[in-house]
């Protein structure tokens, strides 16, 4: 079984920035890559960031030169930071890591953006 927890987000404000951050513990073999995802209200959930085993990286267009979405093999844990945030991305960000063993999420952590 493998956990996600997540921690960081909270309330901002437009053009702020906020930190996330996501360890995995349990049995975390063979992980394919690590990453973020956004549901908004009335939205269906949205790729943000993605980070391989190998460190290649894979951002949403909409958040490309804005979020720096990192991975510390070591500890497997993925950061994403965000900057220059905009109100339309107040969303649940979940993290998720995608395993031979399947695909596993956090519990979603909600992000404010105040205009």
Request: hydrophobic residues 35%; proline residues 2%; aromatic residues 8%.
């Amino acid at each position: 079984q493998v956990q996600l927890v997540e921690s960081g987000g909270g309330l901002v404000q437009a053009g702020g920035s906020l930190r996330l951050s996501c360890a995995a513990s349990g049995r975390t073999l063979s992980i394919y890559a690590m990453g973020w995802f956004r549901q908004a209200p009335g939205k269906q959930r949205e790729l943000v960031a993605a980070i391989t085993s190998s460190n290649r990286t894979n951002y949403s267009d909409s958040v490309k030169g804005r979020f720096t979405n990192s991975r510390y093999n070591a500890k497997d844990t993925v950061t994403l930071q965000m900057n220059s945030l905009k109100p339309g991305e107040a969303a649940v960000y979940y993290c998720n890591i995608a395993m031979m063993s399947g695909n596993f999420w956090g519990q979603g952590t909600k992000d404010t953006v105040a205009s």
